[in-house]
Each structure stands twice: as structure tokens, then as C-alpha cells.
């Protein structure tokens, strides 16, 4: 079999992105057992719920969901078990400092492969006030009727 390359998508945490102001990302591989490898080769999982925590010098992600492999047997791996991140010791030294402050957490982003191993992004966040939350989608419909507007003008002026 061919090695894999290029990065291939799983899954995506689009609410995060609503919920959170995003102050800085980083790539971690994780730590899973075959059967949550196979899952996820059938594009399997969901971020919805997950959160990262920093224990013991270590991080840890927790509440992803990945089901269990359907052709799996008594080896099968619990759904929503914690898993751990694989970062470099100064990146975990970084995250523990940053964490501590109030109002900061880590949150996965993506979950996807990448040259054929499991990464997981997770982003080092801020949680969004409800205004910030409206002005976010304020701000994007507005730009959204700007270039509707732009590309009708642009058709007008073909025909």
C-alpha cells in the first residue's frame, strides 16, 4: 500500500469559532488504539463537546467522540475517552502559563491526518461575550451583501 501524504480532514469544530476568540494554534499528534485509527479512517468523529486540559506536565483531550469501529470485537475502544496530546515540552510549558489566566482554555479546532497520522488542532482561546457573538455574524452578513452586491454590478456591467 502507497504511503499517504497530504493532509486529509476528519473533522471540524465550526462552533468554536463562533464561541471563541482565537488567540494562537498549535498540531498535536494523539495517542489511540486500532480501532479508533479505523473509525477514523472512515471519516468518523465528532469535536463538538471536546476540550484540552493540561494535567501533570501532560495534555490531555477530552469528550471528543470517536465510535466505535463497527467490525471492531472485544478490543473496541471507548467512545469518548480522554486521549493524549502529543507536544513538545515547551509548547506544554507555554500552554500551562497561558491557561492559568482567566478565561483561557484549549479547544480542538480539526481533527485530521496528516501524511497518514492522526494530528488534532487545538487553539488556545478566549470565550466570546453574547455582543461579540452578534457582531461576529453582523459583520459577516455585511460582508456577505457587499460582494453580492459587488458581483450583481459586475454582471450588470458584462450584459
Do not use: C
Not at 488504539?33 to 495534555?59: I, Y
Not at 486521549?83 to 489566566?101: M, N, P, S, V
Not at 492522526?118 to 452578513?141: I, N
Request: aromatic fraction near 6%; charged fraction near 35%; proline fraction near 1%.
Amino acid at each position: 500500500m502507497a504511503k499517504e501524504t497530504g493532509r486529509k480532514l476528519i473533522a471540524q469544530n465550526k462552533k468554536a469559532r463562533h464561541d471563541y476568540h482565537i488567540l494562537d494554534t498549535y498540531e498535536a499528534g494523539l495517542v489511540l488504539t486500532g480501532t479508533e485509527v479505523k473509525s477514523l479512517r472512515q471519516g468518523r468523529a465528532s469535536l463538538v463537546d471536546g476540550f484540552a486540559q493540561l494535567d501533570g506536565g501532560e495534555a490531555w483531550l477530552h469528550n471528543v467522540h470517536i465510535p466505535e469501529y463497527s467490525q471492531g470485537t472485544w478490543t473496541n475502544h471507548a467512545a469518548r475517552r480522554k486521549r493524549k496530546l502529543l507536544l513538545h515540552r515547551a509548547e506544554i510549558d507555554k500552554l500551562i502559563g497561558k491557561t492559568q489566566e482567566t478565561g483561557h482554555t484549549l479547544v480542538p479546532l480539526a481533527l485530521y491526518f496528516k501524511d497518514g497520522r492522526a494530528k488534532v488542532e487545538v487553539a488556545l482561546a478566549k470565550g466570546k461575550k453574547e455582543y461579540d457573538k452578534r457582531q461576529t455574524l453582523r459583520e459577516k452578513q455585511d460582508r456577505r451583501e457587499s460582494d453580492r452586491a459587488i458581483s450583481a454590478a459586475r454582471r450588470r456591467q458584462r450584459a
